[in-house]
């Protein structure tokens, strides 16, 4: 099979011809369809992320199984999936209640301690794979079905985690990214008054056009300024931090309103950001970290597409062979929504 291989951090990937996988006892093999490029596994790509080098990197696959290993139920050659990226153990506390990000026992992501997407096919646990339903077109707009699984359920997560309901004030910061635009779709659906933050205007354009309410350049000025005037001088209900650093964080933080609630996700700067204890204490404040999705919030989150309420955003289609060319637009910050590499 071909495959873009990483062989050390930020170094360009090479094209290789590699045996084609074979499924094991209790693995699946499918054929790759479609990969999502998005800024997570660019953060693989440049070495921001603990990564099992040689890699094939990306875990947002559209993929048909090919082959099922002894021992597989419930897969068989034919059946149209995609992935849950996270390789946990099914059995300790975590994972038993329903929070597998946080297993005990976790052995890595599809992508970086395991190979991913970026390849003509991918062997994971049967368990990782999960069925596509017959609503999604997967044919005609497979970039669109492979993201799904990380574009739309990271978002949908935000929304459970965060306690988001209709009416709330929801800023986003990094709104215009691949996720923070899928944010913004996915608080709109939830019926919630969304503020798109974020420093190019025509990335704003496009949160308007999903959903957002309101917009701050935040190349403009100053953006608690900006998001406590569109509140009415109370703040926002919920800030959402796709940026995470130290300032992007702090001013999600100073623009809560009572009983507010930040909710990071960018989790790739080892800087702390201060806020006071006292505007903690006074406002019951809450701040706390998302760490992606669980097996049934893709599950979930499959079944809204494919119910036509909610639809990724899918700007950008590349060849396998051009996913350097993907990688230097996602690190000069290019791409509005998301990115794909599609499979001839």
Known sequence: MKAMVLQRKNEPFVLEE???????????????????????????????????????????????????????????????????????CGYCRWCRINRETLCDNLAGFVGRQMDGGYAEFIKLP?????????????????????VICDAI????????????TPMENVAVFGAGGGLGIHMVMMASWAH???????????????????????????????????????TGGVGVDVAVDFVSQVSTLEAAADSLGKGGRLVTLGGYSPEP?????????LGELEIMGSRAFTRQEIIESLDLCARGQVWPL???????????????????????????????
């Open 126 to 146: 049967a368990r990782n794979w999960i069925h596509v339903p017959d609503g999604i077109d997967y044919k005609n707009h497979p970039a669109e079905a492979a």
């Open 192 to 230: 919630a008054r969304v503020i798109a933050v974020d420093i190019s205007a025509e990335k704003l354009k496009t949160c308007r056009e999903v959903g957002a309410d309101a917009v701050v350049d935040a190349s403009k000025g100053n953006v608690v300024e900006a998001l406590r005037d569109l």
């Open 18 to 88: 590699r045996p084609d996988p074979k499924a094991g006892p209790g693995e699946a093999v499918a054929r790759v369809i479609a990969c999502g490029s998005g800024l997570t596994i660019h953060h693989t790509r440049a070495g921001r992320t603990v990564n099992n080098y040689p890699i094939i990197i990306g875990h947002e696959v559209l993929g048909e199984i090919v082959e099922t290993g002894h021992g597989v139920h419930g897969l068989k050659a034919g059946d149209i999936v995609t992935p849950h990226c996270y390789l946990s």
């Open 273 to 281: 950001f201060r806020v006071s204890a006292s505007r903690l204490l």
């Open 153 to 164: 359920v990271t978002p949908y997560k935000v929304i459970r985690r965060a306690r988001i």
């Open 314 to 344: 899918v700007t950008e289609t590349y060849r396998l062979e051009e996913a350097e060319k993907v990688h230097a637009r996602l690190d000069a910050g290019l791409i509005t929504g998301r990115a794909a590499i599609v499979m001839g």
